[in-house]
């Protein structure tokens, strides 16, 4: 029986790029021979990077997991327990980890238990394996599991029967708020119940719009937390087990993030890694005066740096001076590229060529979204002119109810506060002024009544319901999946909930043409609730 | 042993609206009863339709099922045969058929192979089913199958070892371009290999992008067919057993569809059945005197009337005065109502307001997606204004590379030809013409070559290869998953092949917020071929 360390290598992957990806493995391997460690753990698929969808399908996947087999078997010294996809010789596909010692594969183990629900579609992809693999190295009894495998007790509980010591456990379990601390509180419950220690790497990064917060974990057969790695960072860190105490020591130990500074890193991570993992030199986003689009702007810059970010107010006739003023406040603030287009001529441009069609219609909101979608078209032309990413500024509260603009204010590549209530992006940018010497974004931002101002004093709440009982009932419906019955029941006016259940149902056709953004709650919309866009579904019960 | 009539209800149900599918289902029963039927066998899950998607998922779903099999309880005097999610005690969820008569349950059958692939997601959904329901009713034995089981073989197998005479088979298999003609062929092989008949029931009608063909069918058990129903066509069909002759007596046998005209009619379904589902009035699209949006309007007229399609014509600088001729002439043609609204003002409204931004950049694609992003905001002018729906009118190709404008072109709320290779579209176009006395598409829409007209002289051969020569990299890449090596194997110009995988490959993200469209090929974009937007794969092997 010997001490050792183990590095755990909290990696973020390019999606499909294995070469990229083994290259980045061999780094940390180095790294980690350097600083003595006698084992390395990479998370769930490591070398291909999760979720790869249907890229799992392409015939020539074997063949480049074979390339980096053989580039990993060169190396000495260290034990290596990484991700990769196992094709069998009756065609099976499973998710699988192995353990490999100079060269030598010491053991395969396949994923057994599968998810595919919420944001998962792996039995889309892989068969279920049925065998646990344990190996012993310098005295000590290690199993290996996968991710959603070591959330199932009778897994775990199997694998602790065998003696095993340490559970190393490869992971890519996507972020969402509290997620983080509750994966801790709940392992330390489970290592204790269990006797055992686990091992927990876990992927980092945004991938579209999926989020791996890393935080990555040691915890001892006692429940103590011997390492907590940071989250939202990329990088490895280690852990020395004690052979003589038996126990792991106490290394770094990063302490839990707020819930607003937690939500905020999540998205300024995301929203970089969207932007450089699609190449695009920059950013831009039009700035209206209104707080949606000021958090953006702060978690943009703060991803990529102001000098690689361009802002524009698009003003018409019903955008309040101060609207003005404000944004080219926060633009100055923060040091960004600020630009001012009227829109005033081409609106009118628009109105008069409709004008034969239209004839003396009333005015509905028909011409608000041609000042939206004149608004769209200028940033995509800027876009389009400079390389620049279109960065969408809606909510979630917006989104769930339509309030917004097909090809008008959707427009964009990514949408940073797509998963992020109004209420949420209210915290969100007090959180954000509160961490700096001087607010970056105007205090009368936060404080005035939002409006979309497409039409004379305009306020949202003329359309919709105030913003916390909005997403109080958005809450319920979409997190909760709550009947309409059930949330008037819990004291909701009953008008309002039917109102806003049916605005929420209606509009799946916007969202669905709407850019990804990242997750942050239990349901997002992009991959996470599916929902027909014709949909017969009545409200009610 | 008694002779006996069957009913086979090929319905198109409200997904979701388990009320109304009921009481379709009632009517049918109804109508059945009259004509002496004494068994009713409708669709795979028939009282809630297919696929509800996450509807399955809300909590109150098993309270609706109750009220469903509550009011099919009073039927008397036939056997029903229907699908309903079946929510078991220990909280497991199955795609199920109950066998009714009389308000009794004589079985209920949970199904076992469930399909994850593809369009499918049965596993997010469903539990798998153990064990085989088998019947006796008139002296006739019968088993019942869900969809999958029936194509799986020993599934098939084993029903038919226990003394079955008829397999009762409930479905609901999405259409794709030969599969009606491939499902009798395949099952009349299985019927005669397993000495078993089969009725086969199979749902119809457009939901979001799936296709339901219907042309449910009756195989005796000599592989002899006895009954096919049409396809794309609501109803219910009706065959004899002989209990003498122990077979079914032929019936009315609809002649298999020529493939243009049976994907023109899948079409033409699928649009009617979105623009009614969501209850627009009519539909407007964008006219531009080529080919896609000729064969667009056709669509959609021959869908839902000409009195129901607005057609525009939005000419700029570089349209040819021979496009709008084209054009005009088939509205004529089509008697749709047409208007003219020139683009230049607009369009300068918008170069105006850009040169300070722009300076003196040379003029690139950002102006010619000025004019598609122009169009596409008129068109939803429109579209919000009178409510009609907008079509899009790009096709399989365009989208497949990504030529085609992001909010431009490819505004819309359904993507008719989404799914519909450029070279299947001109043989579409002249299958169209052939059907009807005149021909409705100008001949020259037809024989020029295409253009985008977004600059002077502009074709489309000069940014793509010549498009048989592109649908067949594409084919290959789409639809066989082949490799770039693979394809360039086959005899396709190197540099070609690997442009062409480039631009697949860069833009899944235009395609991510593209309306949908009816599914007619084995790997359609929307549900079922699901690519990350930040990819590293590297094309090669």
């Not at 489970?190 to 999926?210: E, H, M, P, R, T």
Request: include cysteine; glycine fraction near 8%; charged fraction near 20%.
């Amino acid at each position: 029986m010997k001490s050792f360390k183990i590095a755990l290598a909290q990696l973020s992957p390019q999606i499909g790029n294995i070469e990229v990806n083994v290259q980045k493995m061999l780094e940390q391997i180095n790294q980690a021979k350097q600083q003595k460690a006698d084992l390395i753990i990479f998370p769930e698929l490591s070398t291909l990077g999760y979720p790869a969808e249907d890229l799992l399908l392409r015939p020539s996947l074997n063949k480049r997991m074979e390339q980096a087999f053989k580039a990993l078997s060169a190396v000495k010294d260290i034990v290596l327990v990484f991700g990769f996809v196992h094709q069998t010789e009756d065609a099976q596909r499973y998710n699988s980890a192995a353990v490999m010692k100079d060269g030598q594969v010491l053991g395969i183990y396949n994923k057994q238990n599968l998810p595919n629900h919420s944001v998962f579609d792996e039995k889309r992809y892989f068969s279920e394996g049925h065998q646990h693999l344990i190996f012993e190295y310098l005295g000590h009894k290690f199993g290996v599991l996968i991710c959603e495998d070591v959330w199932s007790l009778s897994t775990a509980q199997q694998i602790s029967q065998l003696n095993v010591e340490t559970i190393l456990v490869l992971n890519a379990s996507p972020y969402e708020v509290g997620k983080p601390q509750h994966r801790v509180t709940t392992m330390s419950e489970l290592a204790k119940q269990l006797n055992i220690s686990l091992v927990y790497v876990n992927q980092v990064g945004g991938q579209d719009d999926l989020i791996f917060d890393g935080t990555s974990f040691v915890i001892n057969n006692d429940g103590q937390v011997a390492l907590q790695a940071p989250s939202f960072k990329e990088g490895s860190y280690y852990v020395d087990y004690d052979a003589t105490q038996k126990h792991y020591k106490t290394a770094e130990i990063t302490p839990v993030l707020d819930t607003m500074a937690e939500i905020y890193q999540a998205l300024v991570m995301a929203t970089r890694d969207y932007i450089q993992g699609c190449g695009f030199p920059g950013v831009i986003l039009g700035l209206s005066g209104g707080i949606d689009s000021a958090l953006t702007l702060a978690i943009a810059v703060d991803a990529i740096g102001a000098d690689k970010v361009q802002a524009v107010m698009m003003p018409y006739t019903y955008t309040a001076q101060i609207s003005v003023e404000d944004a080219a406040a926060q633009a100055k603030n923060m040091g960004v590229t600020f630009g001012i287009a009227e829109i005033n001529p081409i609106v009118n441009s628009f109105m008069q060529t409709l004008y034969p069609f239209f004839g003396n219609s009333p005015a509905d909101s028909t011409e608000e979204n041609l000042q939206a979608r004149t608004r769209g078209t200028l940033l995509m032309g800027l876009s389009n002119k400079f390389g620049n990413l279109v960065l969408s500024t809606g909510n979630k509260s917006e989104l769930s109810v339509g309030y917004c603009t097909l090809y008008g204010d959707m427009v964009g590549g990514y949408a940073v506060l797509k998963d992020v209530y109004k209420t949420i992006v209210f915290e969100l940018a007090k959180y954000r002024n509160s961490i700096s010497e001087t607010p970056v974004i105007p205090e009368r931002v936060i404080t005035r009544p939002p409006s979309a101002e497409l039409r004379p004093d305009q306020k949202d709440q003329d359309s919709l319901p105030a913003y916390d009982v909005l997403d109080g009932i958005l809450y319920l419906y979409i997190e909760e999946e709550l009947s309409q019955d059930d949330i008037i029941a819990k004291g909701f006016d009953k008008d309002v909930v039917t109102k806003v259940i049916q605005l929420v149902d209606r509009n799946e056709y916007k969202r669905r043409q709407g850019a990804i953004g990242p997750r942050i709650s239990s349901r997002a919309f992009t991959r996470e609730r599916r929902y027909p866009i014709m949909n017969g579904w009545i409200a009610g019960v």
